[in-house]
């Protein structure tokens, strides 16, 4: 199994740009997290999904779009990056639906100048 | 009250000494008290957790000290080695699918 995998693993945009991060699991998990790791900052979660098809605001979850259409992959989308949205983005998933125990990708580390 | 309050930010131990992180709570509701391991360029690893009916948890040189009354929680590693070095997040569950983060604590271990 691979577990939890992100792509891409770096990258870096221009102001207003968009891209989008790929997360997909291989665990069969119901429940997936993005969230945004910045030094001080801890973990704040983005968005989350507690199966295919939905998708729900976690704290910050402004300036990004989510979708899960399929159980396996979880999207995050930066529809016009700031600067502001510079950090290193991790997914994670669960297999409880009170995401107790979360499963976490290698990250991705994201610069916008 | 949602908070999960970690401390201290960073943390320097001596090779072979104790590691304390501590933890607290204000939301009574919190029923399950992970603790996440995070070495540079990875993502956090669950590393030991604990439930509020349980004063302490230990696994091989980690420790999880619980005090209800005081909405506290704390980890201890025992005989702290230089790999031990990495990022400690406290966290806290909750019913509505995630968990309540600490800020993290950078410990470093000396050789």
């Known amino acids: 199994n691979a577990g939890v995998t992100q792509t891409p693993k770096f990258r870096v945009l221009k102001t207003g740009q968009s891209m989008t991060l790929l997360c997909a699991q291989d665990?069969?998990?119901?429940?997936m997290y993005w969230y945004r790791q910045d030094p001080g900052m801890g973990l704040r979660l983005i968005h989350y999904?507690?199966?295919?098809?939905?998708?729900a605001k976690g704290e910050v979850p402004d300036g990004y779009n989510v979708s899960r259409l399929k159980k396996q992959n979880f999207l995050l989308g930066l529809e016009s990056a700031a600067p502001s949205q510079t950090s290193v983005y991790f997914c994670?998933?669960?297999?409880?639906?009170?995401?107790?125990?979360?499963?976490f990708g290698p990250g991705t580390r994201l610069t916008v100048l | 009250q949602q908070q999960v309050k970690q401390s201290p930010q960073s943390l320097i131990v001596q090779k072979g000494g104790i590691s304390i992180i501590n933890c607290a709570y204000e939301?009574?509701?919190?029923?399950?008290f992970p603790w996440y391991q995070q070495f540079p360029g990875k993502g956090p690893a669950l590393l030991i957790a604990?439930?509020?009916d349980v004063s302490e948890k230990k696994e091989g040189r980690f420790t999880i000290s619980f005090n209800k009354s005081a909405k506290q929680f704390s980890l201890h590693i025992m005989d702290s080695q230089p790999g031990d070095s990495a990022t400690y997040f406290c966290?806290?569950?909750?019913?509505?699918?995630?968990?309540?983060w600490g800020a993290g604590t950078k410990l470093i271990i000396k050789p």
């Open positions: 994670a998933s669960s297999p409880d639906n009170r995401g107790r125990t979360q499963y």
């Open positions: 665990m069969n998990h119901e429940y």
């Open positions: 999904s507690v199966g295919e098809g939905t998708t």
């Open positions: 939301n009574t509701a919190f029923d399950y």
């Open positions: 604990i439930r509020p």
């Open positions: 966290a806290a569950s909750i019913s509505n699918y995630q968990l309540i």
